[in-house]
């Protein structure tokens, strides 16, 4: 009888992407990964950001803004809806030091996200302390980023790869506010960017989409995620629908990749190391190192 063959292990696997996928990353500048993390994975952070919805709206209540809690709606809804009442809006395009928190952390470093982003990285991670919670309101222009590269917005980064990790917190497609990437445009170099009058955002001189290039409009499940290259061209879409499109996203690059002067270097650290296994985070570590940032002062309301 033959002995069936049985094809061999790679001797060192960095992560949990194939060859295919890690080239598909290569070729376009970013992966959809599907279903890397289940539900209950995100509701300590969907449960932290709640909190935080829940703080706010007391306040307004407190301050007669609002006179309805709206505690029955649910977590697509409930914000928008006690804005609503007093013709409110977003007034940062993303949350970040209200949701600071373990719950976060556990996220940012749990096994099967950073099992992606070390496929990229040779199992050296990097987290650079750059997180967003946001939430994109119905017809919001402030959260509708236009197209750009991530490097227009961190000085000295193009010749070094950041990844970052974006996860959908609801169901995402073209009508509530989803991602758009151009594929392949990571590899044009970081390209002449402008801000926008009157506005928060940048957007590149030359528009990367005029000369009819692909457009890759992605549908996402809960769970799900995308990683992407810092030179990639993307944008998000206007929120065409009634419901809130919330996600979540953070920065990553290979140890001793060098940060410059990049805002959040201050709340950077190792996640995942072979090398430096001993300069590895946990949570007391991230905390340690938020308690003495300007950025728990510098980021509220």
Request: with cysteine; proline share 6%.
């Amino acid at each position: 009888m033959t002995t069936p063959v049985i094809p061999p292990k790679p001797v060192d696997s960095f992560g949990s992407l194939s060859s295919r996928q890690i080239q598909d990353f290569q070729a376009q500048g970013y992966l959809v990964v599907r279903q890397v993390v289940s539900p209950s994975d995100l509701a300590p952070v969907i449960d932290v950001i709640s909190r935080v919805v829940n703080q706010q709206a007391d306040c307004f209540y407190a301050a007669g803004k609002i006179t309805n809690l709206c505690r029955q709606a649910s977590f697509e809804g409930r914000w928008h809806r006690i804005l609503q009442q007093f013709g409110g809006q977003n007034e940062v395009f993303g949350w970040h030091t209200t949701v600071f928190s373990q719950a976060l952390f556990d996220l940012i470093t749990h096994p099967a996200v950073l099992d992606v982003v070390g496929s990229l990285t040779e199992g050296e991670i990097q987290f650079n302390g750059d997180f967003w919670a946001r939430p994109k309101l119905p017809s919001e222009k402030l959260t509708t980023l236009p197209w750009h590269q991530d490097s227009a917005y961190m000085p000295d980064t193009e010749h070094h790869t950041h990844l970052t990790v974006w996860m959908p917190l609801v169901d995402v497609c073209a009508e509530n506010g989803t991602l758009q990437f151009i594929p392949g445009s990571h590899r044009l170099g970081l390209q002449p960017h402008h801000r926008i009058e009157g506005e928060a955002f940048k957007s590149p001189t030359d528009d990367p989409a005029a000369s009819n290039a692909a457009i890759d409009t992605l549908e996402m499940e809960v769970g799900d995620l995308v990683i992407f290259h810092n030179l990639v061209f993307h944008r998000s879409l206007i929120n065409r629908t009634e419901s809130i499109r919330w996600s979540v996203d953070f920065r990553y690059s290979q140890t001793n990749t060098p940060l410059g002067e990049l805002w959040h270097r201050a709340i950077s650290c190792i996640v995942r190391s072979r090398r430096f296994p001993h300069k590895v985070a946990g949570w007391d570590d991230w905390r340690a190192l938020w308690d003495a940032s300007p950025h728990k002062a510098n980021f509220r309301w």
